[in-house]
C-alpha cells in the first residue's frame, strides 16, 4: 500500500495533509477536495492526477504547504493558494470551471514549471488578488478570457509564455508587476492590459494580438519589446506614464505603431515597420520625448467612414515634444506632422522619400536644429495654415522644393543655411537667420 515515503509512495491520499507532514503519492487518478496545511510537502511520483469531486470547490487548497509533479483536473479551482506561503513545482492545471490557480489576499504563492490549460470558455488561468505571485517558466495554453490576473498586490513573472487567451497579462487596481522574458502568441485582445496600475516589462515579445501593449492610467515601464502583426497597434497608452526603452514593432493595424493620448511619454530607440495610418501618433500630452526613433513603410488607411489617415511618419497633435535622432523613410503621409497648437523642438530630424514632404506645421510651432530632406513629392517645409517652422540646419537631396507656405493664413518660416534642393522663392512669411538663404 505504501507509506507516503519516496521509497514507498501512498496508492491512497488523506483529503488533509497535516501541517509538518511530507507525504509521497504514486501514480494514478485522486478524486475529492484537498487540503495541504502550512508546512505541510506532497510529491508525485509517475502520473499523479488529483480530480475535482465537487465542482463549486477548488481541487487543492493550500494554506502555506508545498506541492510537487501534481495535475489537478476540474472544480471550481484547482489550486487555491488561500494563506500562508505555498510552493509549487512541476504543477498542470486543467478542466476548472472558474480559475486555474487562485491566490487569496494576503496568501503568496511561487510557482516554477506550473502549466495551466483552458478546457472550458470564459475561464482564467492565473488570478491573484491583493496576494503576492512569483512564477518562473509558467505557460498557459487556450481561450482563457485572461490567462494572468493580477489585481492589487505583487507580481513578478519570468519566463510567462502565453498562446491563444483574451487577454495574456492584466494588471489593475494598484498592483504592481515585473515582467521577465513573456512571450504572447495569437491572442484575441491585448498581450499586456495594464489599468491603474504599474508594470516594469523587460524582453517581451507579441504576436498577433490585438495590442501588444495598452495601458490606461497606468505605470509603463517598457524595455526590449518586441511586437509583430498587431491587429490594431504595438503599444497603446491613455493617461499614462510611459517609458519605452528599446523596441520594434511591425506589421501594424490601423492604430500604427506607438499611440499616446494624454500623460507623459519617454522613447528611445523606438523602431516601426510597415505600419498603417501613422507610425507613431502623440496627442493630448504634456511631455513627450522621442530619442532614437526610426520609422519606415507606413502606409494610408482607410477609416471606414470617408476620411483617411495619411500615413504620417511622426503625427504630433497638441503635444509639447521634444524629438532627436529620428528618421523616416518611405511613408504615404509626411515625416513629421504637427497639428493642433503642438509645441515641437526637434535636434535631429531625417526624412527620405516621403510623399508628402518632411515637416507640416499645421496651426503648430515646429523648431528643429538638424533637418534633411531627401525624395518625396512635396516641400520639405509645409506650413498650410498659421504654423511656424524655424530650421537652423536644412540639408536636402535631389530636387527637393524647399519650402511651401501660405502666407496669406499666418505660416511663418526661419531658415538659416540651406544645402541643396531647388531654390527658395522669397516670400512676406519665408526668412533668414544667421546669414542664411545665401
Not at 30 to 55: F, I, K, N, R, T
Not at 123 to 134: A, D, I, N, P, Q
Request: glycine share 18%; net charge negative; aromatic share 4%.
Amino acid at each position: 500500500m505504501g507509506d507516503g515515503t519516496a521509497e514507498r509512495p501512498l496508492q491512497q491520499l488523506p483529503q488533509q495533509l497535516s501541517a509538518g507532514l511530507s507525504v509521497h503519492v504514486s501514480s494514478g487518478l485522486y478524486e475529492g477536495s484537498y487540503v495541504l496545511e502550512a508546512g505541510a510537502q506532497l510529491v508525485g511520483h509517475g502520473q499523479v492526477v488529483l480530480v475535482g469531486a465537487d465542482a463549486d470547490a477548488g481541487v487543492l487548497t493550500s494554506l502555506g504547504g508545498t506541492l510537487e509533479n501534481i495535475a489537478l483536473q476540474g472544480g471550481r479551482v484547482g489550486l487555491v493558494a488561500e494563506q500562508g506561503h505555498t510552493r509549487a513545482h512541476g504543477l498542470t492545471v486543467s478542466g476548472h470551471r472558474a480559475f486555474g490557480v487562485d491566490v487569496a489576499p494576503g496568501a503568496a504563492l511561487w510557482l516554477e514549471g506550473v502549466a495551466v490549460e483552458a478546457t472550458l470558455r470564459n475561464t482564467t488561468g492565473v488570478r491573484s488578488v491583493g496576494g503576492s505571485l512569483e512564477a518562473q517558466g509558467l505557460s498557459t495554453k487556450g481561450g482563457f478570457d485572461r490567462a494572468v490576473d493580477v489585481s492589487g498586490g505583487l507580481a513578478r513573472l519570468v519566463g510567462l509564455r502565453v498562446e491563444g487567451a483574451g487577454v495574456g497579462l492584466r494588471v489593475r487596481d494598484g498592483a504592481r508587476v515585473e515582467l521577465v522574458d513573456a512571450g504572447f502568441t495569437l491572442g484575441r485582445g491585448a498581450a499586456v492590459f495594464v489599468v491603474n496600475a504599474e508594470l516594469d516589462a523587460r524582453g517581451v515579445s507579441v504576436l498577433g494580438n490585438e495590442f501588444g501593449v495598452l495601458g490606461v492610467d497606468a505605470g509603463l515601464t517598457l524595455q526590449d519589446l518586441s511586437v509583430t502583426r498587431p491587429q490594431q497597434s504595438g503599444v497603446s497608452a491613455q493617461d499614462c506614464r510611459l517609458t519605452l526603452r528599446g523596441g520594434t514593432v511591425q506589421q501594424t493595424g490601423p492604430l500604427g505603431g506607438l499611440t499616446i493620448s494624454g500623460g507623459t511619454t519617454t522613447v528611445d530607440g523606438l523602431r516601426v515597420f510597415d505600419a498603417n495610418a501613422y507610425g507613431l501618433l502623440a496627442r493630448v500630452s504634456r511631455r513627450v520625448v522621442l530619442r532614437n526613433v526610426t520609422i519606415e513603410r507606413v502606409r494610408a488607411e482607410s477609416n471606414g467612414d470617408g476620411s483617411s489617415s495619411i500615413g504620417d511618419g511622426l503625427l504630433l497633435r497638441d503635444v509639447d515634444a521634444e524629438v532627436d535622432g529620428a528618421t523616416v523613410r518611405d511613408v504615404e503621409g509626411s515625416g513629421l506632422y504637427a497639428a493642433a497648437l503642438a509645441n515641437v523642438r526637434v535636434g535631429g530630424l531625417t526624412v527620405e522619400r516621403a510623399r508628402f514632404g518632411g515637416i507640416v506645421a499645421d496651426r503648430a510651432s515646429v523648431t528643429v536644429q538638424r533637418l534633411h530632406v531627401g525624395g518625396g513629392g512635396e516641400a520639405a517645409i509645409n506650413v498650410p495654415e498659421q504654423g511656424f517652422v524655424h530650421v537652423a540646419e536644412l540639408t536636402l537631396a535631389g530636387s527637393v522644393v524647399p519650402v511651401w507656405a501660405s502666407c496669406l493664413t499666418g505660416a511663418a518660416v526661419e531658415l538659416g543655411t540651406v544645402d541643396g534642393g531647388a531654390p527658395i522663392a522669397r516670400s512676406l512669411c519665408v526668412r533668414a537667420i544667421d546669414g542664411g538663404l545665401r
